[in-house]
């Protein structure tokens, strides 16, 4: 089988430049072309010398390491060691799972004509089979990462938090909502939102059933003994969120909240809880919404 030196070089730049692009888009990095282009080619170039035994330390994981460190460098430049760390684990994994898949699409295609040189796939495939297999591990590895990273944003942002109504506590997790900037406009309390059902072991029926009439200044269903108890204590907030513009919430001021994040707990008074007489979440991931500035 006949090896023309030209086409594996523009083979690994493509192959290398995608693997950088799409290492920079993980990163949220906005790289230079002309770097991504030079890093390409100098992990061509080192391709080359690999195949032809040009050094006998080519295989050497030292080197292999020096030479990720020099082309995540001239890729993108890391201005400390942890950027420079981090570009590099990415660039690895980014690297197997597009290796594995272009590689297997390559094998698929034309199996017949690829070898195994010094650790390296050498083969006479055209450049098309190389684009089309590049396509399909960027897609395959971007696709993964969004994938990872909303599930693990998703976990960052909740919390457990404990509220005390009336000498009683409940417990529940609640959504870190950074645009939650909801306050009570007469005593600037901050206020979480809790849904109606949490509460029923804390505050009457009575009350929670009959938010929208109790918001209307309707009070006829509410026994005079509950009113006498908590007409002063509650609270009426307006917000535009919740699929609602110009909405109004019933609130009531807590006695103490206490909020558990990442390993830390903090203790919270003078907070507002927030009445919602909807589901938050379809599956009940959580029940509450709290605002980042309580954290």
């Known amino acids: 089988m006949t090896i023309y030196i030209d086409v594996v070089l523009i083979e690994n730049i493509v192959m290398n430049y995608i693997i950088l692009y799409a290492t920079a888009i993980i990163s949220k990095i906005k790289p230079k072309q002309i770097r991504i282009i030079l890093a390409s080619s100098i992990g061509a170039i080192y ?147 809790v849904e109606n059902t949490l509460l029923y072991d804390v505050l009457p029926k009575q009350i929670l059933n009959n938010l929208e009439n109790i918001l209307g200044g309707d009070m006829s269903k509410i026994p005079e003994e509950i009113k006498e108890k908590y007409i002063s204590k509650l609270r009426v907030i307006p917000f535009s969120s919740l699929g609602k513009q110009n909405g109004m919430l019933l609130g009531i001021k807590a006695e103490q909240i206490n909020i558990e994040y990442e390993e830390n707990t903090s203790k919270k008074e003078n907070i507002i809880v927030g009445i919602y007489d909807k589901s938050l979440t379809k599956r009940g991931e959580y029940r509450a919404l709290i605002g980042a500035n309580l954290l």
């Open 47 to 193: 391709a080359i010398i690999a195949y032809m035994s040009i050094l006998e330390i080519y295989s050497t994981i030292i080197l292999k390491i020096f030479l990720s460190i020099i082309i995540i460098y001239v890729a993108f430049n890391p201005q400390n060691i942890k950027k420079l760390c981090k570009e590099l684990l990415l660039f690895y994994l980014t690297s197997f799972v597009f290796g594995g898949a272009a590689f297997s699409l390559i094998y698929f295609i034309k199996p017949q004509d690829i070898l195994m040189k010094n650790g390296l796939f050498i083969g006479t495939y055209p450049l098309k089979t190389v684009f089309l297999g590049a396509i399909v591990g960027f897609i395959v590895i971007t696709s993964a990462f969004k994938i990872i990273k909303t599930k693990f944003t998703k976990n960052t942002l909740i919390c457990k938090i404990q509220i005390k109504l009336n000498q009683k506590e409940i417990e529940t997790k609640a959504m870190i909502d950074t645009g939650n900037l909801l306050k009570d406009p007469i005593t600037n309390m901050p206020v979480i939102v």
